[in-house]
């Protein structure tokens, strides 16, 4: 399928696209990130079960993670859900951390 980028963030690495008319998608709530609390990542490929949101900014939620379960160079764009809401999309990991970072809802909601 053929989408057009329609904005391109450089900051957070992310494109947004337009698609295309009556494309089947479901939507999902953005929420606010609790800190300290668990949160999952889920694709179309895969589910990280539990990583812990360890700090939240205007901008960056800083997330930890079990050191066997850590998101792969494909997991990039994946939201980070709590309570079956978004609360920030993965964007990097930090492998000798075990810690990621996500862009926050805060973000994903302005755009």
């Known amino acids: 399928m053929k989408l057009v ?5 450089k900051g957070y690495n992310i494109a947004l696209i337009k698609l295309p008319p ?3 998608i479901e939507i999902t709530e953005f929420g606010s990130p609790a800190e300290l609390e668990l949160a999952v990542l889920v694709n179309d490929t895969r589910t990280i079960n539990y990583c812990r949101v360890a700090n939240s900014g ?6 930890g ?3 066997h ?3 792969e160079p494909e997991d990039s764009g994946t939201p980070v859900l709590q ?3 978004v609360i920030g999309m993965m ?3 930090i492998l000798d951390t075990c810690m990621g970072i996500a862009v926050s809802s805060k ?3 302005s755009l």
């Open 5 to 9: 980028v329609t904005r391109i963030l």
């Open 69 to 71: 379960d850590m998101p």
């Open 83 to 85: 309570g079956g809401k």
């Open 107 to 109: 973000i994903l909601r």
């Open 58 to 63: 205007a901008s960056l939620l800083f997330l």
């Open 91 to 93: 964007t990097s990991t």
């Open 65 to 67: 993670f079990q050191c």
């Open 22 to 24: 009556y494309t089947e």
